[in-house]
């Protein structure tokens, strides 16, 4: 069964430092998500992508945050400067289209294993 | 703005007894519905989705979910559990708030799931 792959499984990091996390989504997906995991708190949206553009942000995702398809395979998140409170588990997403009121097969969203992102 | 609560962050049963995780959301238009798990080192899987053609949904692995629009809730059940069964599930919740949503998944805070044996 195809499936979203995520690099690294964990990645350290020093504050202030730029990490760019890694995601490949199913090859016939069009739509493109990261979430992220405080430790303890729940899974909260970040971004939404689509047709080389961010579809839907939430407020977490400022100006330290981007995201970019640079190829045909790859969907990364970059944060330029890494803060403490930016250790927490960041998941990809991908699906064949999006929830916009029609609850179809190809909207359901998949998910890859994430990446654990400590800043120290 | 959408929410959805898990009513417990740890539930505990034996194997072959009955699994119910709780899940509440808050009501506005149109909620897409889905139970998602996971298992440790494993990316997030669906269990099963409401899509509104009926109340009782069935899933993967025996999973069922029944929603109940009255109470805004969207209980995961099992009739008896396995030792495999043993993960985090999430409640997450979607809606189409006049056609501007693009996919954001709004996710409970979890629940973890023991089974003893």
């Known amino acids: 069964e195809p499936e979203v792959t995520q690099t690294p499984s964990h990645q350290v990091t020093q504050m202030g430092q730029e990490v760019i996390l890694r995601c490949v989504p199913i090859?016939?997906?069009?739509?493109f998500y990261w979430y992220r995991q405080i430790l303890g708190q729940k899974v909260e949206f970040l971004v939404s992508?689509?047709?080389?553009?961010?579809?839907?942000k939430s407020e977490i995702f400022d100006d330290q945050f981007s995201v970019e398809r640079p190829d045909g395979s790859n969907f990364t998140l970059k944060i330029r400067s890494t803060k403490l409170e930016d250790s927490a588990m960041y998941f990809c997403?991908?699906?064949?289209?999006?929830?916009?009121?029609?609850?179809?097969?190809?909207?359901?969203?998949?998910f890859g294993a994430g990446t654990r992102l400590s800043v120290l | 703005a959408q929410s959805v609560t898990q009513l417990d962050s740890h539930v505990s049963v034996s194997e072959g007894t009955p699994v119910l995780l709780r899940c509440n959301y808050s009501?506005?238009?149109?909620?897409?519905l889905f139970w998602y798990v996971q298992h440790p080192n494993k990316g997030l899987q669906l269990l099963l989705k409401?899509?509104?053609?009926?109340?009782l949904v069935k899933g993967i692995n025996g999973f069922e979910a029944e929603f109940k629009k009255s109470e805004t809730s969207f209980h995961l059940t099992k009739p008896s559990a396995h030792m495999s069964d043993a993960a985090e599930y999430f409640c997450v919740v979607s809606y189409n708030a006049g056609g501007t949503s693009y996919g954001k998944l709004t996710f409970g805070q979890g629940t973890i799931l023991t089974v003893h044996p």
């Open positions: 992508f689509y047709n080389n553009e961010i579809s839907e």
């Open positions: 009501s506005s238009y149109s909620p897409s």
């Open positions: 997403a991908s699906s064949e289209g999006f929830s916009g009121g029609l609850l179809l097969a190809k909207n359901i969203q998949y």
């Open positions: 090859s016939n997906h069009l739509y």
């Open positions: 409401y899509t509104s053609a009926a109340t």
